[in-house]
């Protein structure tokens, strides 16, 4: 068996003790809970199970092994350090080539001896494409995927390793108890026009986000206010960016995600049971956006997604 196959075989065994797990819970409860509660448990385990198997997959955050930001010009790439992307890989040539930049455009030139492909066939000279412009132009190197992203104008070259020992290791999630009480009909006010938030991201970059509007939720005596981004204009729904009460000490210290849908009606449903880590929490090549100031709020959530164990820095 190859250690991708292995990766493959880990990924689906953790995906099954993980429901051997929960239905286990579930079926020594006592007392019985209420309906309701039965129900968002069954829909959040579930939406658990699923979100293992995204991180877990070949292309899940498990997989980052390498990001490296371009300059103009010629930026050489492989596993001798004396190159200007430098990966200590065994899956990566000693050069396999050099990614060219000329203003917004990327052209990679593969070493002769490089080894690296592009949709299974061995590459000569490429023009690739980057993430924003939807789907990225994806090199291979044995156990490695490379290609471009684009950060608030800025390039650079990010890197999957189907091997790596973060989703070989990968040691399950960990959460706060499902309960309803987490769970909102939130109000819904809507921005218009739509407005323009300033989002940095962990590396100190900043753009403009599109915010449609806000979601208004009570709790513990008083509302709550969280602004949305709408990431894509044929998005079917919204992206919102939180800290807590628990960022920090329970949960991860850059803040937590959570995807809600798109309002009907003036309202939305907002589960914080689902609120899940950004990438960030998991590697150390991600590019994860940070809460505005308006999304730090003075409440301890106790749902959700609480701090991974095998965080890069994290002991436990």
Not at 47 to 72: H, I, M, P
Not at 85 to 94: F, T
Not at 185 to 200: K, L, T
Request: hydrophobic letters at 40%; charged letters at 20%.
């Amino acid at each position: 068996m190859t250690r991708t196959a292995f990766a493959r075989d880990a990924a689906s065994g953790l995906v099954a003790a993980l429901l051997a797990l929960l239905s286990s819970a579930a079926a020594t409860s006592t007392p019985p809970d209420s309906p309701a509660l039965q129900a968002e448990r069954a829909r959040v385990n579930q939406w658990r199970v699923q979100r293992v198997e995204s991180l877990t997959s070949d292309s899940g955050w498990l997989t980052l092994a390498g990001l490296f930001w371009l300059k103009d010009g010629g930026n050489s790439f492989g596993r001798d350090p004396g190159n200007s992307l430098a990966l200590d890989n065994p899956a990566l040539a000693r050069t396999a080539g050099s990614f060219d930049v000329t203003g917004r455009q990327v052209r990679f030139i593969a070493d002769p001896q490089g080894g690296v492909t592009y949709g299974g066939r061995p590459v000569g000279t490429l023009d690739l494409k980057s993430d924003a412009a939807g789907e990225p132009t994806v090199l291979e190197s044995g156990t490695l995927r490379f290609f471009l992203i684009e950060r608030t104008g800025n390039l650079g070259v990010r890197v999957r390793d189907l091997n790596n020992p973060r989703r070989l290791g990968f040691r399950g999630l960990a959460y706060f108890p499902v309960s309803t009480g987490w769970v909102f009909n939130a109000r819904f006010v809507p921005y218009e026009p739509a407005r323009h938030i300033r989002i940095v991201n962990i590396l100190g970059m900043v753009e403009e986000d599109v915010s449609p509007g806000a979601l208004v939720f009570r709790r513990d005596g008083r509302e709550w206010r969280l602004d949305t981004v709408l990431e894509q204009p044929d998005d079917t729904d919204l992206f919102v960016m939180f800290a807590d009460g628990t960022s920090g000490h329970e949960t991860y210290g850059g803040g937590r995600f959570l995807r809600v849908p798109l309002p009907t009606g003036g309202s939305v449903a907002l589960d914080f049971n689902e609120a899940y880590n950004p990438p960030c929490a998991l590697n150390d090549f991600a590019t994860c956006p940070l809460p505005p100031p308006q999304n730090r709020l003075q409440l301890r959530i106790e749902a959700g997604e609480k701090t991974y164990a095998g965080a890069p820095g994290h002991h436990s």
